[in-house]
């Protein structure tokens, strides 16, 4: 295993309450347990354990001055905006500071590079770039730049079946009535994830249609008006345990279908998976590159097939998705990552490419 990492992202402020923030707080806390790290950027003193600013390049001696200190092995790269064309500067730079240590950036959504600018990409491109869907990879591969695939992971402790008297206890709790059969969705109240299919949801008899919306971007407050208009119960405010919504649900929903509303493997269908629910989700990133369809898991092509499939899930109570994310832990992907890392390291060492001197 690789001996020291640098990881870094530009800020990463709590509440952890969607798609980047969750993925970086838990790989940035994992790692910790796992090597010797350095937590580099802006934001929670829980995962960051140098406080750094910069401008929108990087060009900071306090993160220069911080990374030759530690003298890292690697360097690992969580871009906030994913891995767009200013992030490959950026990545370019953490190598120059690392003194050509490799680099990996972590891209969590899908980008578009303008065809006359991905000569001058390849040329700064970092060791690897790490995305979560087989589409994403192949577009960077075809552009020549080295890809790979990264999982997401799941707190299984804390998002898990429990019995139906506590299911029971928790939709008193959030005003739901017991015998409804809830359909939940959790994520931004944005008309880009297609959210008002929910309503289409809860048009069903005996159907409950719940959103959660996360808080840490701007909300719709149009669409959340909307969606309460139509039925569907809309929960706006910061929820600290939100594996409780998933306990009180009978089934889960992802209805996205614009490619950069969501991070690529999005983490509320683990988290949902992990409290074993069954799941109706669209074709969604790399999903369908994770999973296979069954024992629970409906997979649509568009609205209408969801809803179609959400009909077909309320009928069939075979249900074992707990069982498909249980090698979904976050130990198992930061291992693998680093497992990546010292192969790039070795590579990197037989065909140095030639940026600054040998960094150890």
Same mark, same amino acid.
């Given at each position: 295993?690789?001996?020291?990492?640098?990881?870094f992202?530009?800020?990463?402020?709590?509440?952890?309450?969607?798609g980047?923030?969750n993925?970086?707080?838990?790989?940035?806390?994992?790692?910790?347990?796992?090597?010797e790290?350095?937590?580099?950027?802006?934001?929670?003193?829980?995962v960051?354990?140098v406080?750094v600013?910069a401008?929108k390049l990087?060009?900071?001696?306090?993160?220069?001055?911080?990374?030759r200190?530690f003298?890292?092995?690697?360097?690992? @790269?969580?871009?906030?905006?994913?891995?767009?064309?200013?992030?490959?500067?950026?990545a370019?730079?953490?190598?120059?500071?690392?003194?050509?240590?490799?680099?990996a950036?972590?891209g969590?959504?899908?980008?578009?590079?303008?065809?006359?600018?991905?000569?001058?990409? +390849?040329a700064?491109?970092?060791?690897?770039?790490?995305?979560?869907a087989e589409?994403?990879?192949?577009?960077l591969e075809?552009?020549?730049?080295?890809?790979?695939?990264?999982?997401?992971g799941?707190?299984?402790?804390?998002?898990?079946p429990?019995a139906p008297?506590?299911k029971?206890?928790?939709?008193?709790?959030y005003g739901?009535?017991p015998?409804?059969?809830?359909?939940?969705?959790?994520g931004?109240?944005?008309?880009?994830?297609?959210?008002?299919?929910?309503?289409?949801?809860?048009s069903?008899?005996?159907? +409950?249609?719940?959103?959660?919306?996360?808080?840490?971007?701007?909300?719709?407050?149009?669409l959340?008006?909307?969606? %309460?208009?139509?039925?569907?119960?809309?929960?706006?405010?910061y929820?600290?345990?939100?594996?409780?919504?998933?306990?009180?649900?009978?089934? @889960?929903?992802?209805?996205?279908?614009?490619s950069?509303?969501?991070?690529?493997l999005?983490?509320?269908v683990?988290?949902?998976?992990?409290c074993?629910?069954?799941?109706?989700?669209?074709r969604?990133g790399?999903?369908?590159?994770?999973?296979?369809?069954?024992?629970?898991?409906?997979l649509?092509?568009?609205?209408?097939?969801?809803?179609e499939?959400?009909?077909?899930?309320?009928?069939?109570?075979?249900?074992?998705? %707990?069982?498909m994310?249980a090698?979904?832990?976050?130990?198992?992907?930061v291992?693998?990552?680093?497992?990546?890392?010292? %192969?790039?390291?070795?590579?990197d060492?037989?065909?140095?490419?030639?940026?600054g001197?040998?960094?150890?």
């Amino acid at each position: 295993m690789i001996g020291k990492i640098c990881l870094f992202t530009e800020e990463l402020h709590p509440p952890f309450d969607e798609g980047y923030k969750n993925f970086t707080y838990h790989l940035f806390r994992q790692a910790a347990e796992t090597c010797e790290v350095l937590r580099l950027g802006c934001g929670d003193p829980g995962v960051i354990d140098v406080q750094v600013h910069a401008d929108k390049l990087l060009l900071s001696g306090d993160i220069r001055r911080a990374i030759r200190a530690f003298r890292p092995d690697a360097v690992i @790269y969580v871009p906030i905006a994913s891995a767009t064309s200013a992030s490959f500067i950026r990545a370019r730079i953490l190598r120059r500071y690392a003194r050509g240590a490799p680099v990996a950036m972590i891209g969590l959504q899908p980008r578009e590079y303008p065809r006359l600018l991905r000569p001058v990409l +390849r040329a700064i491109a970092p060791s690897t770039i790490y995305v979560q869907a087989e589409v994403s990879r192949r577009t960077l591969e075809a552009m020549g730049i080295n890809a790979g695939t990264i999982q997401a992971g799941v707190d299984s402790e804390k998002f898990r079946p429990v019995a139906p008297s506590e299911k029971d206890r928790l939709r008193e709790k959030y005003g739901i009535a017991p015998e409804s059969f809830v359909a939940l969705h959790v994520g931004h109240i944005s008309e880009r994830r297609n959210l008002r299919v929910m309503a289409d949801a809860g048009s069903i008899p005996g159907v +409950r249609s719940v959103v959660v919306g996360s808080t840490s971007t701007p909300q719709d407050a149009g669409l959340a008006q909307w969606l %309460r208009e139509n039925g569907v119960l809309v929960l706006d405010v910061y929820i600290e345990g939100i594996e409780e919504l998933y306990q009180l649900s009978d089934l @889960y929903v992802f209805p996205v279908i614009e490619s950069t509303a969501a991070i690529e493997l999005p983490l509320s269908v683990l988290e949902a998976m992990a409290c074993n629910l069954p799941v109706v989700a669209t074709r969604f990133g790399g999903l369908a590159d994770h999973f296979a369809e069954g024992e629970g898991l409906y997979l649509a092509d568009d609205s209408e097939q969801l809803i179609e499939k959400l009909r077909l899930a309320r009928r069939s109570p075979e249900v074992s998705t %707990r069982a498909m994310v249980a090698p979904y832990t976050w130990q198992a992907v930061v291992e693998k990552l680093f497992c990546e890392m010292e %192969r790039l390291r070795s590579a990197d060492h037989r065909d140095h490419d030639g940026i600054g001197s040998s960094h150890r």
